[in-house]
């Protein structure tokens, strides 16, 4: 019996985990599927075309070993800021972008 109720407890918390994890997934466009884009649509109002288009201009542009690299870092701020216009906004989403994993 004990075997049992252990089962049934683990069968109900993946249950949950799976119902918890489809609400969040259905919280954001299907375009934003990634860590990365997720983390941009997040720090970016929510503006799904916003995000993806910032996603691209850095994944268009970054190169191996970016991160502390002061010259290639300038080159995503670059890209960045053709899109954004706003030198703080740039600043403020490139330090997410660079604690990011994804990138």
Do not use: C, H
């Not at 109720?5 to 683990?10: A, D, H, N, P, V």
């Not at 030198?87 to 994804?102: P, T």
């Amino acid at each position: 019996m004990n075997n049992i109720g252990q089962k049934e407890r683990l069968t109900q918390n993946r249950v949950i985990k799976l119902k918890v994890s489809k609400v969040m997934r259905e919280d954001v466009p299907a375009s934003i599927k990634t860590p990365g884009r997720q983390a941009l649509y997040n720090n970016l109002d929510k503006d799904e075309a916003l995000a993806i288009k910032i996603y691209d201009g850095i994944e268009g542009v970054k190169k191996a070993d970016w991160k502390g690299n002061r010259q290639k870092e300038n080159e995503i701020k670059a890209v960045m800021y053709k899109i954004l216009e706003d030198e703080k906004k740039v600043e403020r989403i490139f330090s997410i972008v660079k604690e990011n994993k994804e990138f």
